[in-house]
């Protein structure tokens, strides 16, 4: 069964860097989307991308935050300089066109020291 | 404000009998609901969905209903297993397009043997 697969599983990062995570979606899906938990907290929408374009982002994605689809597989959400804060699970997640189904990936937990 | 809550934080069962998990949501504009299963380490796995034209939709194992006057949304799921041990939350979406999925805290479910 096809699945979402993100990279990498952990990272670790000092504050003011800047981080990339990375996610392959399913192939025939043209919907992308990040979301982050935070340590015991609910899943949090961040931003949905479509066309090579930002669908719709939430008050979280800030100008620190930005998404690309570098080629045809991949797509990545960059931090430009992370804070504290950022520390969380971030999931991307991929949907069919004209679905509504979101199938997330494993997850990347980044930890902002 | 738009918000989806859950009533119950843990919910422990004994294998074999039924489950029921309550959601609560505030927003009368939305039209898409779905139930996620996330287990330890592990991204938010897809259950099952229901739209607001519909008050009860069955999976295997599994029914979700949707009650819009009082705007309550619950997953029963039938013969519990120990595999179903996990944090369930139940999500919502508005417009019937793709966008965000707005999540509820989640209500963790434990499955006595």
């Known amino acids: 069964e096809p699945e979402v697969t993100q990279t990498p599983s952990h990272q670790v990062t000092q504050m003011g860097q800047e981080v990339i995570l990375r996610c392959v979606p399913i192939?025939?899906?043209?919907?992308f989307y990040w979301y982050r938990q935070i340590l015991g907290q609910k899943v949090e929408f961040l931003v949905s991308?479509?066309?090579?374009?930002?669908?719709?982002k939430s008050e979280i994605f800030d100008d620190q935050f930005s998404v690309e689809r570098p080629d045809g597989s991949n797509f990545t959400l960059k931090i430009r300089s992370t804070k504290l804060e950022d520390s969380a699970m971030y999931f991307c997640?991929?949907?069919?066109?004209?679905?509504?189904?979101?199938?997330f990936g494993p997850g990347t937990r980044l930890t902002v020291l | 404000g738009e918000s989806v809550g859950l009533h119950l934080p843990t919910l422990s069962v004994q294998e074999g009998d039924n489950s029921i998990i309550n959601c609560a949501y505030s927003?009368?504009?939305?039209?898409?609901f779905i139930w996620y299963k996330q287990e330890s380490g592990k991204g938010p796995q897809f259950i099952i969905d229901?739209?607001?034209?519909?008050d009860k939709r069955q999976g295997q194992r599994v029914t979700v209903l949707l009650n819009k006057t009082v705007k309550h949304l619950s997953l029963q799921i039938a013969a519990t297993q120990p595999g179903d041990s996990a944090v369930y939350f139940c999500?919502?979406?508005?417009?019937?397009?793709?966008?965000?999925?707005?999540f509820g805290k989640g209500t963790k479910l434990s499955v006595k043997p």
């Open positions: 997640a991929s949907s069919e066109p004209l679905r509504d189904e979101q199938f």
């Open positions: 192939s025939n899906h043209l919907y």
């Open positions: 991308f479509y066309n090579n374009e930002i669908s719709e």
């Open positions: 927003n009368s504009a939305s039209d898409y």
């Open positions: 229901i739209r607001s034209n519909m």
């Open positions: 999500a919502e979406a508005y417009g019937g397009s793709q966008g965000n999925l707005i």
